[in-house]
């Protein structure tokens, strides 16, 4: 038996159909009583919902929610918490509105309670990220940890199989990576496979019966698994490529993860050979080909130009990804980076063989 650590990190959660009712006995429990609620305004119907149940702890609303969380965003969301005296947050939505949270949270202090409506994962973790002048930076501070979370699987029933699918790439890729980034341990790992497992089952299914809650609660279940791995494990090559893409081309974050993961996995098999097998039993074959194959079933985007990326990006990229691709169990230089975006820029089958010319 290795020696590892293990970092079990605070936070309650509060899972099953219908229990987003409980909004307001769980804000209560964090002591709070003028609440910024922060949630995406397109969808309206959700938005007054929301605003119903909390009721008069609701003393402000933040709905200006674009992805990756642009500084100037973040800084209008915190003056309105500040001029409200708000001392809690309530987000409803996908990653990018628990990231604005977090923004509130980095700078106040105050408590969050999240509700998912994605599969995003951000909300089990205290990593925020915020883009500025075309790059995204992360970081880790507890203070960015919610202290509650709703997870409601009915509030996933109107998200489209075209956005569900890669959303829960994004979930699939937390539990792979958590195998082997640089906090993975066997606590983690054990969650991360059985991620791994319900994710690979019940995605296809949900794609199959949209309007299943029994599979939309499998997939909300496997992505608050990977969530929680990607906590305490944290990221490697995969997210760390997403964030340096977001950043510079503000490419789609959930159709990023179904066209990169498959390439990540294939270039570090070499590197990673005993997690790479047990991820590989858990997917039912080749990890990164079975990813591969995964996308194409739910009818997800496989490859970057598919997605928006320029191909003249590849070669603004590559240095930015050599420098984001230090602490990956297998760092890339130059012509690595420029192999791994190109592959993943043409969509071509994955496999460890187009990296064969590379030193390990």
Not at 312 to 318: F, K
């Given at each position: ?8 990190l605070a ?15 769980e ?39 674009v ?6 965003k ?13 001392d ?51 970081g ?11 997870y ?28 082997y980034?640089?906090g ?13 497992r319900?994710?690979?089952?019940h ?55 179904a ?12 590197a ?39 191909i ?7 240095p ?18 420029r ?22």
């Open positions: 038996m290795n020696s590892f650590l293990y970092d079990a936070g309650r959660v509060v899972f099953g159909a219908g229990r987003r009712s409980e909004l307001v006995e804000v209560n429990r964090l002591g709070a009583s003028r609440v910024l609620l922060i949630a995406d305004p397109q969808d309206e119907e959700r938005l007054n919902e929301f605003r119903n149940l909390l009721g008069d702890l609701c003393v402000a609303t933040f709905t200006d929610i992805q990756h969380v642009p500084r100037e973040a800084a209008a969301a915190l003056a309105i918490a500040r001029e409200h005296a708000i809690a947050t309530v987000s409803v939505g996908g990653g990018s509105a628990t990231g604005y949270s977090k923004a509130v949270a980095l700078e106040l202090g105050t408590p969050q309670l999240c509700v998912p409506t994605t599969y995003a994962g951000s909300e089990m973790t205290p990593i925020w990220g915020m883009s500025e002048g075309g790059e995204k930076r992360t880790r501070d507890l203070r960015a940890l919610p202290a509650t979370v709703i409601d699987p009915e509030l996933t029933l109107g998200l489209p199989v075209k956005i569900a699918g890669p959303s829960a790439m994004n979930a699939l890729a937390h539990a792979a990576e958590a195998l980034a640089t993975a341990n066997p606590i983690t790992s054990l969650v991360a496979l059985e991620a791994v319900v994710l690979t089952e995605v296809p299914l949900m794609y199959d019966s949209p309007g299943n809650l029994d599979e939309r609660s499998h997939v909300l279940y496997g992505a608050y698994l990977a969530g929680a791995t990607l906590a305490v494990a944290g990221t490697d090559l995969h997210h760390r490529t997403n964030h340096v893409l977001g950043g510079m081309f503000n490419l789609d974050h959930g159709q990023m993860n066209v990169v993961l498959p390439y990540a996995l294939a270039f570090n098999k070499p990673i050979a005993e997690p790479y097998k047990r991820l590989s039993d858990a997917f039912g074959g080749d990890a990164a080909t079975t990813v591969f194959e995964l996308v194409g079933r739910i009818k997800g985007p496989r490859s970057l130009a598919e997605i928006g990326m320029p003249d990006g590849i070669e603004l990229a590559v930015l990804l050599v420098e984001a691709s230090v602490r990956n169990v297998r760092p890339l230089n130059a012509d690595q980076a192999s791994f975006l190109r592959a993943a820029y043409e969509g071509v089958v994955p496999d460890a063989s187009l990296f064969a010319s590379h030193n390990v």
